[in-house]
Structure formats: structure tokens, C-alpha cells
């Protein structure tokens, strides 16, 4: 915020400034079936993103939409057969069952709406999304195939959000001058003669001769004239 420096005495200003009328939370169930672009064996890794695109004020009350973006990373099956599920004896000791492919993705945007209510709120008012986040996800697997594969994802994730709404108000202040910030320079007992104009930070044109005394420092600003005698 820029201060307001006031020339010739006190004066009175108008400025606007955002006052805070109410604030709230709401949980939000996000749940959807994800298809996957090929058969799945294992999830490796899913990523999650919450986007708002919209934040709407009306009375009493803050509409919210927005999209929950989910990549996922997951094994496909080639060649070979799914593993045994644990707990399933097959042999003593070494390689009892193999299964390649490669490791594919794919990512989905979930929309979601909700309101959330918010006392005083009226339209015109200006809303903010304080808060956004995942508190809690479940993933399981749909379309399994007789490979021991799945085609999609039930996927139910529950959102934690959190709106600010604020109001532009206008508020008179009294303000007074204030001091330069900076001192004017100083020039007394720079010696005269052997040179021209000195500039800061320590540039001549041309500039005295090595070795010449130039006396106390020089505070900026500048520049400083130095005349022939």
C-alpha cells in the first residue's frame, strides 16, 4: 500500500478498504467412475489437484465450482497373467508367475459444486477461496476382467473448503506531512580547480589528477560543479 505524503499541512483522505463481513467451510463428497484408456493390473500412483473456477456471491450465501483433477499412473498387462492374490500356495521356491507391460496415464477433471453459507453475504460483494484442499480419498477398482485386470475407477474423495467474503468500505483518514526522506548534499570544502564535473558514484569527466586531494566525501545526490579558479 502506497503512503500518502500531503503537501502544505494536515489534510483529510477518502481511501477504500476491505472489511471482512464473514467467513465458512464445508465439506464436499466428490465421487465418480474413472475409465482408464487400457486395462489396468495395479495403481502405481495418483496425483491430486483441486481447481476453482468460480467464486459467486449471493445473499447469504457463496456458490462454489470448481474441478478435482486426478493423474493416475497405472500398470497394464502385456504378456504373462495377473500375480496369485496373497495367502495362495504355489510352490516352495522360485519364479511362479511373471506379468509385463508398460506403465501408462491418464488424468481427468471431476467437476464439483457446492454453496456454502456466509452470513451478510451480499451480491457485490467480493469472495475468496482461503482454503482447498483433499481430507480423504477411497479408490477401488471396477470392471475387473477375467485376466485379473480393471477397466476403471470408483473414485470418492471428500473436500475441505473455506470462503472469506469482504466488503470495500469507504473510511476518512487524517494524514500529515512528512520529512524528505533524503538530506540535500553536501558541497562544503570540495577543493577548487583541477578538474571538471564529478558525478556519483565516484565517475569524473575528465576528473582530477592521480593523486589530488578532493577533500571530505561527497553525499549523494549529485552532481557536484567544480570550477577552474
Not at 467480493?126 to 480393471?150: D, Y
Not at 540535500?184 to 571538471?196: D, F, I, M, N, S
Request: charged share 15%.
Amino acid at each position: 500500500m502506497q503512503a500518502i505524503r500531503p503537501i502544505g499541512g494536515a489534510q483529510d483522505a477518502v481511501v477504500e478498504l476491505p472489511v471482512l463481513i464473514g467467513s465458512g467451510q464445508r465439506q464436499v463428497l466428490v465421487c465418480a467412475a474413472i475409465p482408464l484408456p487400457s486395462p489396468a493390473l495395479e495403481v502405481k500412483e495418483i496425483r491430486k489437484t483441486v481447481i476453482i473456477d468460480s467464486c459467486t456471491v449471493i445473499p447469504g450465501k457463496v456458490i462454489i465450482d470448481g474441478r478435482l483433477r486426478k493423474d493416475i499412473n497405472f500398470k497394464t498387462l502385456a504378456t504373462g497373467t495377473a500375480p496369485p492374490r496373497p495367502g495362495t500356495f504355489t510352490a516352495c521356491s522360485g519364479i511362479v508367475n511373471t506379468a509385463s507391460g508398460a506403465v501408462n496415464h491418464t488424468t481427468v477433471d471431476i467437476a464439483f459444486n457446492t454453496f456454502i453459507p456466509v452470513a451478510g453475504a451480499m451480491p457485490g460483494d467480493k469472495c475468496r477461496v482461503a482454503q482447498a484442499v483433499v481430507e480423504g480419498e477411497s479408490e477401488e477398482a471396477a470392471g475387473v476382467t477375467a485376466a485379473g485386470t480393471f477397466t476403471s475407477i470408483v473414485d470418492k474423495t471428500v473436500l475441505l473448503l473455506c470462503v472469506t467474503v469482504t466488503r470495500p468500505e469507504a473510511v476518512q483518514v487524517s494524514v500529515t506531512p512528512t520529512t524528505p526522506a533524503c538530506p540535500p548534499a553536501t558541497t562544503a570544502g570540495v577543493p577548487q580547480g583541477g578538474g571538471a564535473t564529478v558525478t556519483f558514484p565516484a565517475t569524473t569527466t575528465p576528473g582530477p589528477k592521480p593523486g589530488t586531494a578532493i577533500g571530505p566525501t561527497v553525499s549523494f545526490p549529485g552532481p557536484i560543479l567544480v570550477n577552474d579558479p
